[in-house]
């Protein structure tokens, strides 16, 4: 089924485009998933928390649900959304905008990546999906830089909604190395998308995950 939804309603074309056979950049991510795991607490953004003392109201609510039942209409919104954000948002840092390294905001003409993540987590809750199911992920692109997008859960696995990518992709393919994102039962808290223990064991046998893992730093 996600496959008929995804060759028949996928839009536009990517501004860095995934490979069909994108090499997997999550080592301790189980492939054969459609759904990342998590691995237990791990620390908020700095960015976060400061929009977080900006927003006290958005902070403050509760997931409303942690899983989207994906239908057509649902995914063709997901996309639309998804392509309207990334064509309405023209990419700037956050020092160009604000003259600061990191600052979490709701975009107008210009944003940085986090940016674009926000943006589409409120236009899809005005929607009606829930925020439990709308996660602010932050990662590492395919050359280590730092990078956010929006995790859409679904009963069909996890899309990536990214302003380097007018295609939502299931997460595992595309080329990034997940690090971290909101809890689905509570939105304050943040959870792990690496397993430590397994990356640790993999790294004393010699079998580097990727140029991307080995520049992480958390």
């Not at 536009?12 to 090499?23: E, H, L, Q």
């Not at 944003?111 to 990662?139: F, H, I, Q, S, W």
Request: aromatic share 8%; hydrophobic share 40%.
């Amino acid at each position: 089924m996600i496959r008929l939804i995804v060759s028949a309603l996928a839009l536009g074309i990517s501004c860095v485009m995934a490979s069909a056979t994108a090499f997997h950049f999550n080592p301790t991510q189980p492939t054969s998933s459609r759904n990342m795991y998590t691995f237990g607490a791990t620390t908020m953004p700095v960015g976060y928390y400061e929009y977080c003392r900006r927003y006290r109201k958005e902070c403050a609510r509760g997931p409303e649900g942690t899983m989207i039942k994906l239908t057509e209409p649902r995914w063709r919104a997901i996309v639309s959304v998804n392509a309207e954000v990334n064509t309405a948002v023209a990419p700037m840092t956050d020092m160009e905008i604000f003259g600061i390294e990191e600052r979490w905001e709701y975009p107008t003409t210009v944003g940085d990546c986090e940016d674009y993540a926000l943006l589409k987590r409120k236009r899809l809750n005005e929607m009606g999906y829930p925020l439990g199911a709308l996660l602010m992920t932050v990662a590492r692109d395919a050359k280590g830089g730092g990078h956010a997008v929006l995790t859409v859960v679904t009963d069909l696995g996890d899309f990536i909604l990214d302003n380097l990518e007018q295609k939502v992709l299931l997460w595992k393919d595309t080329e990034i190395y997940y690090l971290k994102r909101q809890s689905q039962e509570d939105l304050n808290r943040w959870v792990s998308l690496v397993n430590e223990e397994d990356l640790l064991i993999s790294s004393g046998k010699n079998q580097a995950p990727s140029t991307a893992a080995a520049k992480v730093k958390r």
